[in-house]
């Protein structure tokens, strides 16, 4: 799912780990762990402070693990990790959409090697886009379909019963927000 490794992100862990525990709504010790625990997780980065689309890889792969060992509430963890990723990514505006589909797809491969609970990541993805359509003024309706698209398509480049049953549930889309 790797598609743009040029990408350098600044302060990776500490946005995603900041980002969860924004979304957090609840005071659920498990999310605060799994928040405190990205910190921790060990990367790459050739400099302190930047990570590639590798270390947000392996960050991405040891969370969602880690949060669907607990039962934890991924709907809170996929958006802490869309909202930290792309706040530490380098925006620009005409790029949004290239960062966006690489967080997709990289988020939506651990949630099914680790049967994760589909409906809770797509919320998660869903509102994640509208935050972020609304913190960096960007069309909301847009980034919506292409959050659609995009996860059906990385959906399918893993498995085509996993792909059926996104498309399912992106047809109510409007109850998963």
Known sequence: MLRSPQII???LKPQIADAIKESCYTSEVRLYNIAHAVNDIKTFGFVSGAESVQDLSKIVDQTINAS???GCD???VVKGIFLGAFRASPFE????????????GTI????????GDILQALGGILSASLMIS???KLNSVEFQE???????FSAQALN???ADDIKGSLLNSDDLL
Do not use: W
């Open 134 to 136: 609304k913190e960096y």
């Open 9 to 11: 992100f600044k302060n």
């Open 108 to 115: 939506l491969e651990p949630i099914y090697r680790y049967n």
């Open 74 to 76: 991924l709907s809170v």
């Open 68 to 70: 669907v060992g607990v």
């Open 93 to 104: 505006r005409s790029q949004a959409d290239k960062t966006f589909r690489l967080l997709i």
């Open 160 to 162: 085509a019963k996993f």
């Open 146 to 152: 292409i959050a659609k698209k995009e996860i059906i």
